[in-house]
């Protein structure tokens, strides 16, 4: 696993900077600009196919592992959910400021077009 991590990042550092250094030059890739993009974007998928194969914890350092595991999904949990609550908050305090802006136009507004997201076409 961390030799795929590691071929990964020296992939992505390589194919990054051909191609930052191809575009300004012909105005496209090259095919192997492609090929080394495209190899950039398959290793995360080797490394998640490496990550998804479970095989049940036997010794302790196994166990050890699953409850880190499940710790660190907890708190990656736990931020999205803070995340999502603090955005809610930044959403409503411009909205609050939009208000005071444009007033009774912005009001019409909010009535018509949903916050986030409408299941209406």
């Known amino acids: 696993m961390t030799d795929l991590l590691a071929l990964g990042v020296l992939v992505s550092v390589i194919a990054l900077l051909y191609a930052r250094r191809e575009y300004p030059r012909r105005g496209h890739l090259t095919l192997f600009g492609l090929f080394l993009l495209c190899t950039m974007l398959f290793l995360p998928i080797l490394m998640i196919d490496q990550v998804t194969r479970y095989t049940p914890p036997v010794t ?20 999205l959910l803070v995340t999502a609550v603090s955005l809610h908050y930044l959403v409503l305090i411009e909205e609050q400021h939009q208000r005071s802006v444009f007033g009774e136009p912005y009001v019409e507004f909010c009535h018509n077009v949903p916050r986030y997201w409408s299941w209406r076409r």
């Open 60 to 79: 302790w350092v196994d166990y050890l592992g699953l409850i880190i595991a499940i710790t660190g999904l907890a708190l990656c949990l736990a931020a």
